[in-house]
């Protein structure tokens, strides 16, 4: 099954960068927001109208919980985002250590309350926790990818948006063959080997990006691509269906709230790794434009830009191989949901 909600992961990020790239181009870069509003709202009326409702399972909101995590997580998440566009300052670190501390208080409050949250016993099951931060590392690692060879095809070889999104379409096209077979794989075999192989094939890709140069052929690109999408089209299914299927059923919604909310922390850190390490070798400010596909670096400042871009991949890198040696260290895996439970 998760090797199908990864086709929809794949055809929907393949037809977002197309039309991301489509917008930029030829409108303008600020309506790339604008076309997130009616996208949502369909989105919502689809899920109203066609997902069914599930087993309600009795519970209470954990209200000292949620306001202590979102605050900490707005925190960082504000934190980082002023760290990628004004550098590290005093009160961004403040922030960043408030939102630490209340971080270590929520999960205190987890401990203490009826109802929490996030219970904190679910990590006693070695597979989930291990999956769990297996994701996170993989959106810290890797989107920060696509970040960088982004701010590298607009920047320094002159492409647009939409040629760029051109070029990264192949691994999009991989991810979406390939993840209902490598789902179906992950169930006969377990997540462990193809989670792990999907992310080592990830850092895979990442050696072929740093091949590229000033003047090197595209087809690097496209190599690395189709690498990163067939890792990705083994990572994805095996160790979402890794979280869900040794989740305790009474947790299935905690689970998979909580593997998203990794995730998107994992982006967050991406999007500050990737902006932070260019920005070494040019201001902050031309680094968004290039970004944004709006701005190209010329003469002596490509190649000191490339300097940089190889430095932030070898960081990338190795936070993927950390994420594979979680993955690898999860374990062996029996698939029988019915059967875990939370010991007290």
């Known amino acids: ?13 393949m037809l977002g960068i197309v039309l991301g790239g489509v917008i930029t181009t030829f409108i303008g870069w600020r309506y790339i927001f604008y076309i997130n509003v009616p996208i949502g709202i369909f ?15 009795r519970n209470k909101l954990d209200l000292p919980g949620m306001s202590t995590l979102g605050v900490a997580l707005i925190s960082i998440s504000y934190a980082g985002v002023n ?12 922030l960043m250590g408030f939102g630490a501390l209340l971080i270590l208080l929520f999960i205190y409050i ?13 990590f006693r099951i070695k597979i989930l926790s291990y999956s769990l931060f297996a994701s996170f590392f993989q959106s810290l690692g890797f989107l920060a990818v696509v970040f960088i060879i982004i701010m590298y095809l607009q920047g320094v070889r002159g492409l647009s948006p939409f040629d760029s999104a051109l070029l990264l379409l192949p691994g999009y096209v991989i991810g979406s063959m390939l993840g209902p077979y490598f789902g179906r794989l992950a169930d006969r075999i377990g997540s462990r080997i193809p989670a ?6 990830m850092a895979g890709a990442i050696i072929v990006y740093s091949l590229i140069t000033v003047n090197s052929t595209l087809y690097i690109v496209l190599v690395a691509s189709g690498i990163s999408g067939t890792g990705s089209s083994m990572f994805f299914p095996a160790n979402n269906s890794a979280v869900m299927a040794n989740s305790p059923k009474e947790l299935y919604g905690m689970s998979s709230g ?6 998107n922390i994992g982006m967050l850190g991406s999007f500050v790794i990737s902006v932070s390490i260019a920005s070494l070798s040019v201001p902050r400010s031309v680094a968004f434009e290039v970004f944004a596909g709006v701005g190209k670096l010329v003469g002596g400042v490509s190649t000191s830009f490339m300097s940089g871009i190889h430095y932030s991949l070898y960081v990338s890198m190795a936070i993927l191989l950390f ?12 698939r029988r949901s019915s059967d875990i439970t ?3």
């Open 83 to 94: 760290i990628s566009t004004s550098g590290i300052t005093t009160f961004n670190l403040a």
């Open 110 to 122: 987890e401990t203490k309350v009826a109802k929490p949250l996030l219970p904190l016993k679910v």
């Open 1 to 13: 099954m998760y090797g199908y909600t990864a086709v929809g992961h794949n055809v929907g990020a």
């Open 323 to 334: 994420g594979a040696f979680l993955s690898f260290s999860r374990g062996k895996e029996e």
């Open 43 to 57: 989105a919502i009326y689809y899920a109203i109208k066609f997902i069914n409702r599930s087993t309600p399972v």
């Open 342 to 344: 939370v010991k007290s």
């Open 258 to 263: 909580f593997l998203r909310t990794l995730a």
């Open 196 to 201: 792990t192989v999907g992310l080592l094939m």
